[in-house]
């Protein structure tokens, strides 16, 4: 169905979950976060980061370290819960938090009792509108005490690590988990009250082949995730070191990884599941689903999202905050990251201000990526022109007046196109991953 280009994929862009990306990130003036939480009224969503996991992937280029170090565990939270406070006296009266988000690293690292106790802080201490729940999981981690922990806070959208079924593609990514281990957490947050479950999957793995991806989304399917989200494994060992663990002989090739990535698609949507942007699919009933097909997906540092808020604070360390004017990353490093907390104040003193024409730029990013489409205003298309060309003469775009819209063909070219009003790519290209 789609067509391999490579040279209109040659190029390494970022995932877009903001514009500018954390690679543009730099010094932010003094409580330049908390003068932007203190103005940001309306709807509002909470991330809180957990930076732990039981077990650690060879593949992960997350924020995270093994939970086994008990005193470890316990300062961060301490830190997190003083953090909580804070943004919360700084939020002002009109401040309405409609969504929370546990993530990591694996939220279900910590104890059962941990968690609700964090719940409760988010309850003493913010303005809570119904807020909807989600969490991301580690099945590894997943037991009953857990299960009720996530039912008691009332938690009704989950995302599961799953990556692959393959157990000889699980071996070479350091994360084995069998199909019972998935099946049996599938159940505990099913009775629990979970309508909304994800699984992230992966293809490029080393070892793996077309037929364990069939495999892999055979399972998922009759396992009844709600959402998937395929991702292409990014190898990148000098930036994760971690990753020199995997067989870099034994990763598909790029038109291999091609052909899976069209694979997913075409499996997916054939059983049902409508895609969302580039990488993600949901069945019609969850909400992701009715989100595109209203035009309503946004882009956030979670991937794509059906949340509508334009003011996400991000808590615990690395967390990132976007706000209209602003994004910010919290202080990476746990050491400080508890010292500021401990003070009452913000850690986040790097980010960057999105000024009008990032904003500009950015809405193009985001509706090109969720919607398939963007007005693009004509200075902007001016610039693009020239490098447009490739990709309209493949059919990969179609523009009519000032409207680009991405061909059925051209999704697994999304990245790359979007990547074409990004004012700020040419230095750092080298920092990102294949678009597909
Ligand atoms: S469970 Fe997730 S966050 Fe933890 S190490 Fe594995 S991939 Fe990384």
Request: hydrophobic fraction near 40%; include cysteine; aromatic fraction near 8%.
């Amino acid at each position: 169905m789609w067509t391999y280009h490579p040279d209109l994929l040659a190029r390494a862009v970022p995932r877009y979950t903001s514009y500018p990306t954390a690679a543009d990130f730099g010094p932010l003036e003094d409580r330049a976060v908390e003068r932007a939480i203190a103005g940001a009224g309306g709807d509002v969503s909470l991330y809180l980061h957990i930076p732990f996991c039981e077990m650690i992937c060879y593949y992960c280029g997350c924020n995270t370290g093994a939970a086994g170090k008990r005193a470890r565990v316990e300062t961060y939270l301490a830190a997190l819960h003083q953090e909580l406070a804070t943004v919360a006296s700084l939020l002002p009266a009109t401040a309405r938090v409609r969504r929370i988000t546990f993530g990591g690293g694996s939220p279900n690292a910590i104890l059962p009792a941990e968690f609700l106790g964090l719940i409760d802080a988010l309850h003493a201490h913010f303005p809570l509108y119904a807020p909807e729940w989600s969490i991301e999981l580690d099945p590894r981690s997943m037991n009953p005490a857990w299960g009720r922990a996530i039912g008691e806070a009332g938690v009704t959208r989950a995302s599961m690590g799953v990556q692959t079924f393959a157990s000889h593609c699980q071996t070479a990514i350091g994360r084995e988990q069998s199909p019972l281990l998935i099946s049996r957490s599938v159940e505990w947050l099913r009775a629990a009250g979970v309508t909304s479950l994800n699984f992230d999957l992966m293809y490029g793995l080393p070892h793996q082949s077309e037929e364990d991806l069939a495999d892999t989304l055979e399972h998922t399917r009759l396992m009844g995730a709600d959402r998937i989200a395929l991702f292409g494994y990014a190898h990148v060992p000098h930036m994760v070191p971690r990753q020199s663990m995997i067989p870099a002989a034994a990763l598909p090739g790029p038109e291999a990884r091609f052909a899976m990535a069209a694979q997913g698609f075409e499996t997916l949507t054939a059983h049902g599941y409508r895609p969302v942007g580039f990488d993600h699919f949901a069945l019609p009933h969850d909400p992701m689903a009715e989100a595109a097909r209203t035009g309503m997906v946004r882009r956030n540092f979670q991937g794509f999202t059906d949340d509508q808020a334009d003011v996400l604070v991000g808590m615990g360390s690395t967390a990132i905050s976007g706000l209209p004017g602003l994004i910010a990353q919290n202080e990476k490093h746990n050491g400080r990251y508890r010292a500021l907390s401990a003070e009452g104040r913000l850690s986040a003193g790097h980010g960057i201000v999105r000024l009008p024409e990032d904003r500009l730029r950015g809405q193009v990013i985001e509706h090109l990526l969720c919607r398939g489409h963007a007005a693009v205003a004509p200075c902007l298309l001016g610039e693009v022109r020239e490098r447009l060309t490739p990709f309209l003469e493949a059919d990969l775009v179609h523009l009519c007046g000032n409207d680009l819209t991405i061909t059925s063909e051209g999704l697994p070219y999304a990245r790359v196109i979007a990547s074409l009003f990004d004012a700020y790519r040419a230095a750092t290209q080298r920092n990102f991953s294949a678009a597909i």
